[in-house]
């Protein structure tokens, strides 16, 4: 065992489901940087997928992804995760 005693690895596992209750209720928001508002996240989508499509293959390479990952994630409506 870790050292940890039996009253904080309850109160642990209490913190981790309210927080995956919490996450589910701000879902849509999950990836969102803390300062937008909805529309601004929409802004943010829209711009980030337009720069997307315009990666060059070694860019994309760099981020891990195919030419056919980011032409999936890039032509998404901006209003969907």
Not at 21 to 44: E, V, Y
Not at 68 to 74: F, I, L, Y
């Amino acid at each position: 065992m870790n050292g940890l005693s039996d009253v904080r690895l309850t109160l642990h596992s209490q913190e981790l489901t309210a927080g995956q209750r919490d996450g589910a209720r701000h879902a849509p928001m999950r990836n969102a940087p803390s300062h937008l508002s909805r529309w601004g996240l929409f802004w943010q989508r829209l711009h980030t997928r337009k720069a997307l499509l315009a990666l060059t293959a070694e860019q994309l390479k760099d981020v891990g992804l195919t030419r056919e990952q980011a032409r999936e994630e890039g032509l998404k409506p901006f209003w969907r995760i």
